[in-house]
């Protein structure tokens, strides 16, 4: 059985959509048999026969993440490598992973890996009109990086969430030129009703069926916790999910600012007849123009690069509810950005460090002058983190609207 034995490599993400460019990260899923276990064959053999290969380097296993991944850079490319095992002694090459069955025996974590595959496949099922759909994707992609608001693990939208949206524009308008296409995805989500949900198709259940597979499915009408979710973007292969559940409602006010403002660049440029270009849909947010006051978030490690991503990983990770604690602590009355580019430590530090900014200001409409002290909500969130995860290292520096610096011990 072993030398009779097969794996299956199959892109997802942007390689499979067809929108990778320059400095594009590779998604991949591994496919193998029902005898291969993920923690010892995958993220323990695997990864140590990885990790003395010339080619690979700055290679990170997180084998409890939501979705478990090994990180790398393979000849220098990034590369998400995720893991899922099929109930079958050999996977054929012509596997059908939109037939349910394939999901029978699993655990959540190998579904949700499955079904970055799943999902593509779905996607490009769906669209009428593939090279139009890629075309207006590249652009929506390209505007929220420069904007600020592609990331998903910062609480904004991430690549998933993107080509849904812009798939449910191409579906409303099948036979639409992308340089029309993008005037209307700006007009449709800058006005779009959240948290009315954004779907490809509709929701499906698999509660009574042949295979009964009763996978937890997003449906709010049966799931009190999913009437809660801001933003849902749903995912179009069973079960299907809510490929934006980080957002929060900070992010989301960021979001919508930044869709509408798109939405009167585009306008403009639409009724100049092509005179004035697309340039100026692509201009970078000004983030450290935008706010008088910001949080610093340092992050320092004493070991190396490693140790450096591991936490920088998980201090970014639990970013969005930092965010979520600050406006809650003053009333709503201040407002976060949290910006998702993180900067590299000055060239003079010993240490590696990797640092991140959260824009403060406080609501327009209420201009009142009011301080706000956030020593309490910030030590918090470090305790919380620190504990989470134990601490190899760190230091946090917070400007406060008021211009004091606060060193929690």
Same mark, same amino acid.
């Given at each position: 059985?072993?030398?009779?034995?097969?794996?299956?490599?199959?892109?997802?993400?942007?390689?499979?959509?067809?929108?990778?460019?320059?400095?594009?990260?590779?998604?991949?899923?591994?496919?193998?048999?029902?005898?291969?276990?993920?923690?010892?064959?995958?993220?323990?053999?695997?990864?140590?026969?990885?990790?003395?290969?010339?080619?690979?380097?700055?290679?990170?296993?997180?084998?409890?993440?939501?979705?478990?991944?090994?990180?790398?850079?393979?000849?220098?490319?990034?590369? $998400?490598?995720?893991?899922?095992?099929?109930? #079958? +002694?050999?996977?054929?090459?012509?596997?059908?992973? &939109? *037939? =349910?069955?394939? !999901?029978?025996?699993?655990?959540?974590?190998?579904?949700?890996?499955?079904?970055?595959?799943?999902?593509?496949?779905?996607?490009?099922?769906?669209?009428?009109?593939?090279?139009?759909?890629?075309?207006?994707?590249?652009?929506?992609?390209?505007?929220?990086?420069?904007?600020?608001?592609?990331?998903?693990?910062?609480?904004?939208?991430?690549?998933?969430?993107?080509?849904?949206?812009?798939?449910?524009?191409?579906?409303?308008?099948?036979?639409?030129?992308?340089?029309?296409?993008?005037?209307?995805?700006?007009?449709?989500?800058?006005?779009?009703?959240?948290?009315?949900?954004?779907?490809?198709?509709?929701?499906?259940?698999? $509660?009574?069926?042949?295979?009964?597979?009763? #996978? +937890?499915?997003?449906?709010?009408?049966?799931?009190? &916790? *999913? =009437?809660?979710? !801001?933003?849902?973007?749903?995912?179009?292969?069973?079960?299907?999910?809510?490929?934006?559940?980080?957002?929060?409602?900070?992010?989301?006010?960021?979001?919508?600012?930044?869709?509408?403002?798109?939405?009167?660049?585009?306008?403009?440029?639409?009724?100049?007849?092509?005179?004035?270009?697309?340039?100026?849909?692509?201009?970078?947010?000004?983030?450290?123009?935008?706010?008088?006051?910001?949080?610093?978030?340092?992050?320092?490690?004493?070991?190396?690069?490693?140790?450096?991503?591991?936490?920088?990983?998980?201090?970014?990770?639990?970013?969005?509810?930092?965010?979520?604690?600050?406006?809650?602590?003053?009333?709503?009355?201040?407002?976060?950005?949290?910006?998702?580019?993180?900067?590299?430590?000055?060239?003079?530090?010993?240490?590696?460090?990797?640092?991140?900014?959260?824009?403060?200001?406080?609501?327009?409409?209420?201009?009142?002058?009011?301080?706000?002290?956030?020593?309490?909500?910030?030590?918090?969130?470090?305790?919380?983190?620190?504990?989470?995860?134990?601490?190899?290292?760190?230091?946090?520096?917070?400007?406060?609207?008021?211009?004091?610096?606060?060193?929690?011990?």
């Amino acid at each position: 059985m072993v030398e009779q034995a097969t794996a299956l490599l199959l892109p997802f993400g942007s390689y499979r959509l067809g929108v990778h460019g320059r400095g594009s990260d590779i998604d991949a899923l591994v496919i193998g048999p029902s005898y291969i276990d993920c923690d010892h064959d995958f993220f323990d053999v695997l990864c140590g026969m990885l990790a003395e290969t010339e080619a690979v380097t700055e290679l990170q296993a997180v084998p409890r993440a939501y979705v478990p991944v090994m990180k790398m850079k393979f000849r220098g490319v990034p590369v $998400d490598l995720l893991y899922a095992s099929v109930c #079958l +002694p050999m996977v054929p090459k012509d596997i059908d992973l &939109r *037939d =349910r069955s394939v !999901l029978r025996g699993m655990d959540l974590a190998t579904v949700r890996s499955l079904n970055g595959v799943r999902v593509a496949e779905e996607i490009m099922r769906l669209v009428p009109n593939a090279g139009a759909f890629r075309t207006t994707l590249r652009c929506v992609k390209h505007w929220a990086k420069a904007r600020g608001v592609y990331s998903n693990v910062m609480g904004f939208v991430g690549g998933v969430g993107w080509a849904i949206l812009v798939a449910r524009v191409c579906q409303l308008y099948p036979n639409a030129a992308p340089s029309m296409l993008v005037p209307r995805f700006f007009k449709i989500f800058s006005q779009w009703k959240w948290p009315n949900p954004v779907l490809l198709g509709g929701i499906e259940h698999d $509660d009574d069926g042949q295979l009964a597979l009763r #996978l +937890p499915v997003w449906d709010p009408r049966r799931n009190p &916790r *999913d =009437r809660t979710h !801001l933003m849902p973007v749903i995912t179009p292969a069973y079960p299907c999910m809510n490929s934006c559940y980080n957002v929060s409602h900070a992010t989301l006010r960021i979001i919508t600012e930044q869709l509408e403002i798109g939405r009167l660049i585009s306008q403009e440029i639409a009724e100049s007849g092509g005179a004035r270009g697309w340039e100026a849909l692509f201009q970078p947010f000004q983030f450290f123009k935008a706010y008088k006051s910001y949080l610093q978030v340092d992050v320092k490690v004493a070991g190396g690069e490693a140790d450096l991503r591991e936490w920088k990983g998980w201090v970014e990770s639990r970013l969005r509810q930092l965010v979520i604690r600050v406006e809650m602590a003053t009333a709503g009355m201040l407002l976060c950005h949290p910006n998702p580019q993180a900067y590299a430590a000055k060239p003079n530090d010993r240490q590696c460090t990797a640092t991140f900014f959260v824009g403060l200001s406080k609501q327009q409409q209420k201009q009142l002058q009011v301080q706000f002290d956030l020593r309490a909500t910030t030590e918090e969130f470090r305790r919380c983190t620190c504990t989470s995860s134990g601490d190899p290292g760190w230091s946090w520096r917070s400007s406060t609207p008021e211009g004091r610096t606060c060193r929690p011990t």
